[in-house]
């Protein structure tokens, strides 16, 4: 499959701070991609670089064959956005008058648009409270909102960062369902979580480490138990490196077989 996402010898700093050092990355389109790291390893700063919504100070990103850094108001049109921030959402107005909005913005046709907003609030349970303000909703209600305008437009990409913290355990898998049911269905997924033991086994799981992807295994390969899982991912997140009986290969043995 071809490469979708090319991310080659980034850097970016704040300040006296080097965030991420000569960071050398790819996503091939059908992907399940999910970036893990501690708190402050530059996973969301990763993924707002690759969506054009922060500069690198060096290095190149090209998505969908578009130069970010160059053309970024180009790509926005291809891909969906999912950020932490749940202000994202205009609160004042109602789930129905926010995807209208952003499906205009989008340059969806009116009776396409439409039909596309039911579709999505009936699949994440929202199209009851469609007349309902947004400010009202739960912290659930409003991440799957964020979803569905992310979605609006049939993007060929998914960028999503956290959007599993703050669910309850129906409404997390509900989410991972449908990302997985999107992904199956050709949508390239690129997802920042701390939340590992429900992830879909067609993931591969990129370590950001120490400012660069030092691993990348698949998902599915990861032999510990489901109740073990957050040991396995520990061992990665904070040294790198996992015994050989929970894991079958690095990125070495990943790259060949990708």
Partial sequence: MRRVVEVTNIKKSFGKLRVLDKVDFYVKEGDFKVIIGENGSGKSTLLKIMVGLLLPDEGEVNVLGIDVKKQWKKLSAKIGVVLANERSLYWKLTAWENLDIFGGIYGVPKKERRKRMKELLERFGLFEYKDK????????????????????????????DEILNGLDPSSTREMVEYLSELNEKGLTVVMISHVLHILPESADVALLRNGQIQMEVKYKDIRSKRREIYEVFEKLIKVGEVDEKDILFSREGYEDKA
């Fill in 133 to 160: 303000p947004v400010e009202d909703f739960s912290t659930g209600m409003r991440k799957k909102l964020m979803v569905c305008k992310a979605l609006i437009h049939n993007p060929k990409i998914l960028f999503v």
